[in-house]
């Protein structure tokens, strides 16, 4: 078949795509290790680790978003000349995972618990092998670029190692610690979690208005107007059935209504405990009535308040979501809600309940699982964060890392400046065990993933031959939802352990919306699989798809058009090609290498040019530098409406409307240098159709290494 009988049929993706990705993976250039032999490499080095899935994780629409941006930077920098790392791994998600394989078992009739903890984790081990990799298979159908040889995962030996040094690191530096305090607790995972791992969803709910009789005083100024003429004080909760462990009632020192009360007591309703009536600042004046119970042993805030004010704690709610004994013998064993019930009852027939009002909740869940979370008093490992926090500040405010768009490091702020200690425990079997004597606790997944850009290059072994050559890194690009989980982590963890920034740039993805504006979700069924639609259009169509609707910085609200839309893009270019290798003859290309091919560059034939040969190369000019342009400042959405509008309006419309009623050599090198400059420029968005194309014309080197137009 010669090159025209290949290009007489129609483009097909699937006929090309994974043909062209074993021919990359053969080539052995994703590998930074063999580029130079195909050519002379410039002597900066350039990297990117990409942000781990979790190996429970299947690819959707972000994942698909992110994972071209990176492409997009990874294949023009390898043209470029630099010696080019696009660093793979799966990150062992200890929750996510071990849910999964929980329910897996619990198919058999099985739980962790008649396992054991070792051959649970085999199990794990298991599943991992068998679909740990789905996602990374998904990654190469939509052509990322990753050196797979030198894929990593946070429970690799190696990787255990690092995190088990970075551990014992913080602990003998004194900033590692234990403490007895109230934390997120998930009574279904039976785990503690860190307030960035929680899921809020708007619930309707309810306030209740309970009386809590004042014990016996005299009030010293009978004249006072602020003196109500009742015989309690009114607190306002969500949750009435913590009441039974309040220690306090607590209002605002500034607030004039209950200054005759500072110092006072209260009588705590059913348990018949007498309380001080406190003043603190943390309790807001237009909440409720102003006046708040305090539960200390189930509210991070009232323990706060608790330790100021030299309080006590009770526990009225166990690990499991049931009333304690120190609830009282009437409620002990009850569930939360059952509890409720039974308190609001009993508080309505003695005459207690003020009132009830409609009040709109936000209910903290677990990101993992979706069970309320219960704040428990517990004994956790904490990472104190003062001195990390200002360290990982100063790196942005000085400019040494940056954001795109630079609106987002105001979420990066807001946390640093609020940060509480890191609690790094979790009470779950997979993932790294604490690397201290009879504790049986793991670390917290992203404590681990902290060190993701420097551990994956060889850290703690700084003569590491990658870790030499590629840290710090140059860009990431990630998920706004992870600035303060993973980045704002990367960062201090990379100043502490290497004293250098883990990388200059991050790149924060849009959002990619339903076309209605809706949040993706795979549980609730609304979204787009991208798996579907690149066997529907194909993996450029979908690249294109994304990127051509990457404008501004702005969420993406996706629609399945674009998509469509670069499908037509790639038979465009299809009949282009055909066309333009008509035009210069395929013995030509077939017989000849590339610089044979382009000996008469149209510009060294100035003077033979016609006004129209000189225009469509001026434009290429032009292009090629708002190209570059945009690719430097992160701008990919416009980096391919130009390079579409080129391809389709000035090169399809006009240039080649014009040569097919001119013929002569200089617009056949006109057409022929073109084509290959625009093959070139398009390579990062869209790598199939013109690795296959470039394959067709006879080029001797794979366009993966092709250089980048200057």
Known sequence: ????????????????????????????????????????????????????PNITGSLHMGHALNAVIQDILIRQKRMQGHKTLWLPGTDHAGIATQNVVEKELKKQGLTRHNLGREKFIEKIWEWKKKYGNLILDQLKKLGASCDWSRLKFTMDPDYAKAVEIAFLHYYQKGWIYQGDRVVNWCPRCQTSLSDLELEYEDEKGKLWYIKYPLANFKFQDTNSKQIPNTNYIVVATTRPETMLGDVAVAVNPKDKRYKHLFGKTAILPIINREIPIIADQAVEMDFGTGAVKVTPGHDIIDAEIADRQKLPSYIVIDQYGKMTQEAGRDFE??????????????????????????????????????????????????????????????????????????????????????????????????????????VDDVLDTWFSSALWPFATLGWPNEKAKDLKEFYPTQVLSTARDIINLWVARMIFSSLEFMKKEPFKDIIINPTVLTRDGKRMSKSLGIGTNPMELIEKYGADAIRFGLIYQMMGGQDMHFSEEHCVAGKKFCNKIWNISRFVLTQIGNSKIQETNIKQILKSIPRRQAGK?????????????????????????????????????????????????YSKNNKSEEIQNTLCFVFYTILRLLHPFMPFITEEIWHIMGFKNLLLIERWPQ
């Not at 290009?7 to 990705?21: F, Q, R, W």
């Not at 469509?616 to 980096?639: M, P, T, W």
């Open 333 to 438: 064993g009850l569930k939360i809600l059952e509890a409720r019930v039974k308190i609001v009852s009993i508080l309505e027939k003695q005459g207690l309940i003020e009132k009830i009002e409609d009040y709109d909740l936000r209910i903290a869940k677990c990101y993992r699982c979706g069970s309320i979370i219960e704040p428990q008093k517990s004994k956790q490992w904490f990472l104190k964060m003062a001195e990390l926090a200002k360290m990982a500040k100063d790196a942005v405010k000085k400019g040494k890392i940056k954001f795109h768009p630079k609106k987002w490091e105001k979420v990066y702020f807001d946390w640093l400046d609020n940060i509480k200690d890191w609690c790094i425990s979790r009470q779950i079997w997979w993932g790294h065990k604490i690397p201290l004597q009879g």
């Open 1 to 52: 078949m010669n090159v025209n009988e290949k290009l007489l049929k129609p483009y097909n993706p699937a006929e090309i795509e994974e043909k062209i990705y074993k021919l990359w993976e053969k080539s052995g250039y994703f590998n930074p290790d063999n580029l130079s032999k195909s050519y002379k490499l410039k002597t900066k080095s350039y990297c990117i680790v990409i942000p781990p």
């Open 609 to 657: 040019l016609q006004k129209e040969d000189k225009q469509i190369l001026k434009k290429l000019e032009k292009i090629i530098k708002s190209v570059n342009k945009d690719l430097e400042q992160y701008r990919f959405g416009q980096a391919l409406h130009i390079i579409y509008d080129f391809i389709w309006h000035e090169f399809a419309d006009h240039y080649i409307e």
